[in-house]
């Protein structure tokens, strides 16, 4: 393990994809991340959503279940201060390179019992965790714990079951939320006052309607590749497009329409 990520607990030698080191997978990874149109778009969506917020660099964020360091990335060159913190050591290590300016923990997220080495954080992100977790309500509550009075816990989730298919399945997913279920989620956690849950990606609705059940006849593996794969050029650059568009003119749509995803934020209580 690199000395630039601080070993806090370690995930079960049990558990999928413990030490996710396979250089091909990886190598995907790292393409789909930096390319694909999806991926991109999350990342100016959540900074936008950040700043809307008036978290601000040089704040302090915490992201957990930050993966190969992707939105870590995005927030260190935008000037925020970043601590990743994941269970899997390949992909911290991964994180590391790219964006060797951020603080990298490796982290059982799963652990309970584990107290966080500061709590003092501006904003805590959770984008496109919860949804992999039988009981997410622990890790909320915990994530609100490291926040400093009045920090912002925001995040993202897949939205709408009627998007189900084999690609949540090979994905690890045990759900994709409604938006009044990630709301009453929300609502009861002590501490805490609502912000807002809200759709994005609202443009991607119909044609992934359209896409996941060409996928349902397919297995999880099967899907998964299919679905992560670069579009072609034209397809990838008119789809980033599209949501760029919906970026900015967030706030004239209607908020009733569905999204792909969800975003939340609430706020620590003084």
């Known amino acids: 393990m690199s000395a630039a990520v601080r070993v806090l607990s370690s995930l079960p030698a049990e558990a999928p994809g413990f030490d996710v080191r396979d250089a091909e997978a990886l190598a995907r990874l790292h393409l789909a991340e930096l390319r694909h149109f999806w991926h991109r778009a999350r990342r100016r969506f959540i900074v936008q959503e950040l700043r809307a917020l008036s978290v601000l660099p040089p704040a302090r964020v915490l992201e957990l279940g930050c993966g190969a360091g992707s939105v870590s990335l995005a927030l260190a060159q935008e000037g925020y201060r970043v601590v990743g913190a994941d269970g899997h050591r390949g992909l911290l290590e991964l994180a590391h390179r790219r964006a060797p300016q951020a603080e990298y923990w490796q982290v059982d997220l799963a ?22 977790l039988e009981r997410p309500r622990p890790l909320l509550e915990r994530a609100l714990r490291a926040l400093r009075p009045g920090g912002v816990l925001v995040g993202t989730v897949p939205a709408a079951r009627a998007l189900w298919s084999p690609v949540d399945v090979s ?3 045990q759900r994709r939320y409604e938006r009044e279920e990630l709301r009453a989620e929300l609502t009861t956690l002590e501490g805490a006052r609502l912000l807002e849950v809200a759709p994005f990606f609202r443009v991607l609705y119909p044609l992934m309607w359209w896409q996941r059940r060409r996928l349902r006849r397919r297995t999880p593996a099967a899907a998964s590749r299919a679905n992560l794969a670069l579009p072609r050029w034209p397809i990838n650059g008119a789809l980033e497009a599209l949501l760029e568009l919906e970026r900015r003119a967030v706030a ?13 934020a609430v706020r620590r209580r003084d």
């Open 111 to 132: 652990d309970e019992r584990l107290a966080w080495p500061a709590r003092d954080f501006d904003a805590v992100g959770l984008f496109d965790v919860i949804e992999h």
């Open 252 to 264: 004239g749509i209607p908020r009733v329409l569905p999204g792909a995803s969800l975003w939340f």
């Open 171 to 173: 994905a690890g997913h």
